[in-house]
């Protein structure tokens, strides 16, 4: 399955963006989905994940009460609605797509066989 990110951008701190992310081949409602963020200097981390059906959805304690994650099988596109924007949250944020699994969520990067290509997102103080 091929990803396409794209919604990231610069936004004062309490504001939001909403990410989208854009799936093409494989059989993207049988996937569970994921969100993973990079800052500068930093390791990969797990930002939320939805099983196929969007009944089920977790989130990094960093995030949670603040973003959400959602998606839509028919338009085979994942995305997350970042509110309450903070500059911590500044990164390059990556969807990502385990095919291996409907209902079990990882947080480990190395569990998500296809990436997007990520987006930028800024958040300003």
């Known amino acids: 399955v091929q990803l396409q990110a794209s919604g990231g951008g610069l936004v004062q701190a309490g504001g939001s963006l909403r990410l989208s992310c854009a799936a093409s081949?494989?059989?993207?409602?049988?996937?569970?989905m994921g969100w993973f963020r990079q800052a500068p200097g930093k390791e990969r981390e797990f930002v939320s994940a939805i099983t196929w059906s969007g009944k089920s959805t977790y989130y990094s304690d960093s995030v949670k009460g603040r973003f959400t994650i959602s998606r839509d099988n028919a338009k085979n596109t994942v995305y997350l609605q970042m509110n309450s924007l903070k500059p911590e949250d500044t990164a390059d944020y990556y969807c990502a797509a385990d095919p291996k699994s409907s209902y079990q969520y990882s947080i480990r990067p190395s569990d998500y066989d296809s990436w997007g290509q990520g987006t930028q997102v800024t958040v300003s103080s």
């Open positions: 081949g494989g059989t993207f409602s049988s996937y569970v």
